[in-house]
């Protein structure tokens, strides 16, 4: 079946040849003096067939077709040389642009929906979202994708959301589905291991790898001074390099932090780089030299350099971190080779402390799957989606936001997530920002709240030009003249207060080459075809705390029997005490248990109940301190007592 827009480019081709056809017959007509009034039009054919060898009517219907052609031009040179619109033209796409860019692809990124059709984008390119918080960003875009994407996905799942919903539904689909959520209270957590990505006895691959994951964890500042960061940098590739060599000890960075931490490393580092000599244990010369520049400086210059390193590992001080550190369950390298789901969870109350190991991670998986092209190894060939959720709250990577210019040609799709641009330019500077932007082919535009994002979202869109009439009366006694006047004025597309009240079923859709699209969001608990997927999750194994992690025993209570409630506070006791169980007797020993959460954070508050003074008087603010003398000697004097057997 033809195109519409072949059947109208066929008929105004046929329109153009009958009306120069008709202009050449005209032209003949009047030169062989046979064109007059009253011409019986209906015999023209058989009059052409009939002289059609006739040398002089070929003559003049050349003559006519070249007229005709004239006019043609003409008509051309003045429909092109018309004056565009003052102000522009702004306005949203049409369906054929929208194919044409991609946009109604198969399989690829979920946009929205337009025209009652998924909006699919199946570029190559990255995806950037702007979105205010509680816009509907995880129910329209995050979700749907997870439940659609059929490769391999990277997320960052504030509330875990994304987890409970898709991570059994991309497990039942075959994939390794992984959770990793390093602050969770019960071990219920995948593990990642930054060194264990380095192999440990190659000397020159610790050092080279090392100074990778150093220049992550400390980068220069754009302003100020450098040797600060340099500094840190040297002493913690130092230390890594040191653990490396010892095989007793675990390669990791909660290890380079312990040994940072215990007793005055700048003593201590030393003496242990002799041990090892004497040992015949053989460390690298850049390890010995890394550990000596660290060392060598004076006590304050050592002292400010230690605490650049120890600030930005304190949150391997966590036991929690620690052991979800401490080895690795997934490769992120395999990423490219077989489907797999990594979702890195957290609660919005940990997103500020578990920043800097997430921005570790990613920029690792960056730096991991960026060595070798698809080309180069025919085993790279599942896609991955990086799903970036409050990418700002990540804080400064330059190792991922230098990536989206190149990243793309490795398999790597990146979808950050930001609340407006301005975001971007104020962590990243104007320039770095702009390259983000730039490298993404899609932008996603949710209804903004601020009128700063409205302002530069409706710049964005553009503006057309309209024919306004202005009305005026002038009067001359008692004459009244009245006149109009017409003007181009400008408008924009939308402008901002029309953005921040836009429906918030509604979204906007940039791409480079068309208008932009005005579209209608998703929302998956709304659709069979994405609520008939939602699944359970998988179990998660839980680890223990490492032994150098794990809190000490409890402290056995003081012998003797227990102190017992005064008579007259039975009536403040509000649930009722339970039965004594048969066959068991009050040993009046405090019973071995596991310590709680809240323990080990020294966060417990003694209920009121387990303060009892029986008799005692407690004295009253202000009291005299004999008074308070008093009633320590009382409190003393009732503990011996009850201390001394009956």
Known sequence: MPTRRALLFGGGAFAAVLLATAIALVVALAGLKQLRTGIDLTVLPSWLWYYRGDPALRSWLLRGYSVAGLIGAVGGLIVLRQRRPLHGAARFARESEIAGEDLRADRGIILGRK???????????????????????????????????????????????????????????GQEVWLFDPLTTDGRTARYNPLSYINRDDQVAVIDELQKIALMLFPSPDRGDPFWAESARTGFIGTGAYIAAMPHRPFTIGEIYRLMTQGDPKTTLPKLVEEAATAGVRLSMPCVNAIADFTSGSDNTFSSVRQTITSKLSLWLNPYVDAATSISDFDMRDL???????????????????????????????????????????????????????????????????????????????????????????????????????????????????????????????????????????????????????????????????????????????????????????????????????MRPPEIEAHPLPAHARPAAPRPAPSGP?????????????????????GETDTGQIPDREM??????????????????????????????GEAKAFVEQMIARATDQREPA
Not at 154 to 172: H, Y
Not at 403 to 410: D, L, Q
Not at 438 to 451: H, I
Not at 477 to 501: H, K
């Open 336 to 534: 490219r080779r077989r489907r797999m789901s990594l979702y890195l969870g957290v609660s919005p109350d940990n997103m500020e402390r578990v920043a800097p190991v997430y921005n570790l991670l990613l920029q690792q998986l960056v730096d991991l799957n960026t060595r070798t092209l698809p080309e180069e190894d025919s085993t790279l060939k599942v896609q991955v989606l990086a799903l970036l959720d409050e990418f700002v709250q990540l804080g400064r990577a330059m190792t991922i936001a230098n990536s989206f210019s190149f990243i793309a040609g490795y398999g790597f799709r990146l979808l950050p997530v930001i609340q407006g641009q301005s975001q971007l330019r104020a962590l990243y500077g104007d320039q770095v920002a702009r390259s983000i932007i730039t490298n993404c082919g899609v932008e996603v535009a949710f209804t903004p709240k601020e009128l700063d994002v409205a302002k530069e979202l409706s710049e964005r869109l553009g503006f057309y030009s309209f024919k306004a009439k202005s009305k005026s009366l002038t009067i001359h006694g008692l004459l009244a003249n009245r006149s109009t006047t017409e003007s181009d004025q400008r408008r924009a597309l939308l402008m901002p207060q029309e953005l921040m009240q836009m429906s918030r079923k509604d979204m906007l859709v940039l791409r480079a080459g068309i208008p932009p699209i005005r579209a209608k969001k998703l929302f998956y608990y709304r659709m069979p075809v994405f609520k008939r997927r939602l």
């Open 562 to 582: 227990p102190l017992a409630n005064a008579a007259d506070e039975k009536e403040k006791i509000v649930a009722p005490v339970a039965d004594d169980v048969p």
């Open 115 to 173: 025209g009652g059709r998924f909006l699919t984008f199946g570029g190559s390119e990255h995806v950037l979202l702007e979105a205010p918080t509680r816009s509907g960003k995880g129910v329209g875009i995050v979700i749907p994708n997870l439940l659609n994407w059929p490769d391999s996905v990277v997320v960052l799942d504030v509330k875990r959301e994304n987890w409970q919903r898709t991570a059994g539904f991309r497990q039942a689909g």
């Open 596 to 625: 709680t959460d809240a323990e080990i954070s020294g966060n417990v508050v003694i209920p009121a109940d387990a303060l009892v003074l029986d008799d005692i008087e407690v004295p009253k603010r202000g009291a005299s301190e």
